[in-house]
């Protein structure tokens, strides 16, 4: 069991950076799969990028793949998501999301994560 809380959203302009971080409490945390995702309005929740239990693999979605990179502490018990070249495109919500181990390349759903944070708005203007 694992609780998760975003933060680090808000405003940014085009082209700017922003470091989204989840605290999470439990004591099982590092046992866990790590993911990112996102939703816009009127869209479905989408996988943003993930990192595995011991934070020696990552995988990210082809939208972000360059720009975004994904690091977690398990000493702190964070997870991090820090986000450059940022697009107008990238406006929506952002998740954070806990999945028990197994294939790390299979978590790439929603339903393939057992627990959530509330999210936290990020917008892009232009």
């Known amino acids: 069991q694992v609780q998760l809380v975003e933060s680090g959203g808000g405003l940014v302009q085009a082209g700017g950076s922003l470091s989204l971080s989840c605290a999470a409490s439990g004591r099982a945390f590092s046992m866990y799969h790590m993911g990112w995702f996102r939703q816009a309005p009127g869209k479905e929740r989408e996988f943003v990028g993930a990192?595995?239990?011991?934070?020696?693999?990552?995988n990210y979605a082809n939208s972000v793949k360059g720009r975004f990179s994904i690091s977690r502490d398990n000493a702190k018990g964070t997870v991090y998501l820090q986000m450059n070249t940022l697009q107008s495109q990238d406006t929506a919500v952002y998740y954070c999301?806990?999945?028990?181990?197994?294939?790390?390349?299979?978590?790439?759903?929603?339903?393939?994560?057992?627990?959530w944070g509330q999210g936290t708005q990020v917008t892009v203007s232009s």
């Open positions: 990192i595995n239990w011991s934070g020696s693999m990552t």
């Open positions: 999301a806990a999945a028990r181990s197994g294939s790390f390349y299979s978590k790439l759903s929603p339903n393939d994560y057992d627990y």
